[in-house]
């Protein structure tokens, strides 16, 4: 099962912007589906964003319209872009793969 390595996490502010990235540990490793999600202090983890085998597009619903989920094929690598920044979305985030097995993630803190 391959993990993928996740960065571009941090420490910001409500209402900014981060853009985290994701790729496989182990080059090459080609991919369809692929899914961000995210835990949340004191909660389960949950998904967030996800792009199907087809392309298709899906959000949860407390972050429609301020997160976007999407990938460049050259350099193999998925990004979720997060703008205006909640508190609530402080969490660890995760990407994976259907039947991949799970990194380390990065942190994510957005201060009030």
């Known amino acids: 099962q391959v993990q993928f390595v996740e960065s571009g996490g941090g420490l910001v502010q409500a209402g900014e912007s981060l853009k985290l990235s994701c790729t496989p540990a182990q080059s090459p490793f080609y991919f369809n589906a692929i899914a961000w999600y995210r835990r949340c202090p004191g909660k389960e983890r949950e998904l967030v964003a996800a792009?199907?085998?087809?392309?298709?597009?899906k959000y949860a619903d407390s972050v429609k319209g301020r997160f976007t989920i999407s990938r460049d094929n050259s350099k193999n690598t998925v990004y979720l872009q997060m703008d205006n920044l909640e508190p609530d979305d402080t969490a660890v985030y995760y990407c994976k793969t259907p039947y991949g097995s799970w990194g380390q993630g990065t942190q994510v803190t957005v201060s009030s």
């Open positions: 792009i199907s085998s087809g392309g298709g597009l």
